[in-house]
């Protein structure tokens, strides 16, 4: 019964930074593909980056140069570190592994 457990979101003004952080409750952070992804307001959850085991990164169009993903399997963590966030940003995060959601996070961006 793997869990995670995201943490970090917050209020934040435009162009400024969050970084988010996801910890499982047991070692499947080298095993396979983690991913963050998020939910705005009235739409559907989109994928924001992913991260596979040796560490292989992909981004949403949306975020390219702005975020990173990283991951310490070591510490069975991923994080999103999120720069310059516009408040098309604010959503609530959800952190991914397999069939695994985290409960989420909330991040609001001010203008």
Same mark, same amino acid.
């Given at each position: 019964?793997? $869990?995670?457990?995201?943490?970090?979101?917050? /209020? @934040?003004?435009?162009?400024? #930074?969050?970084?988010?952080?996801?910890? !499982?409750?047991?070692?499947?952070?080298?095993?396979?593909?983690?991913?963050?992804?998020? $939910?705005?307001?009235?739409?559907?959850?989109? /994928? @924001?980056?992913?991260?596979? #085991?040796?560490?292989?990164?992909?981004? !949403?169009?949306?975020?390219?140069?702005?975020?990173?993903?990283?991951?310490?399997?070591?510490?069975?963590?991923?994080?999103?570190?999120?720069?310059?966030?516009?408040?098309?940003?604010?959503?609530?995060?959800?952190?991914?592994?397999?069939?695994?959601?985290?409960?989420?996070?909330?991040?609001?961006?001010?203008?």
């Amino acid at each position: 019964q793997v $869990q995670l457990v995201e943490s970090g979101g917050g /209020l @934040v003004q435009a162009g400024g #930074s969050l970084r988010l952080s996801c910890r !499982a409750s047991a070692i499947i952070f080298g095993i396979r593909t983690m991913g963050w992804y998020r $939910q705005a307001p009235g739409k559907q959850r989109e /994928l @924001v980056a992913t991260i596979t #085991s040796s560490g292989s990164t992909i981004y !949403a169009d949306s975020v390219k140069g702005r975020f990173t993903i990283s991951r310490d399997n070591a510490k069975n963590t991923v994080n999103l570190q999120m720069n310059s966030l516009k408040p098309e940003d604010t959503a609530v995060y959800y952190c991914n592994y397999g069939q695994v959601w985290g409960q989420g996070t909330l991040v609001t961006v001010s203008s």
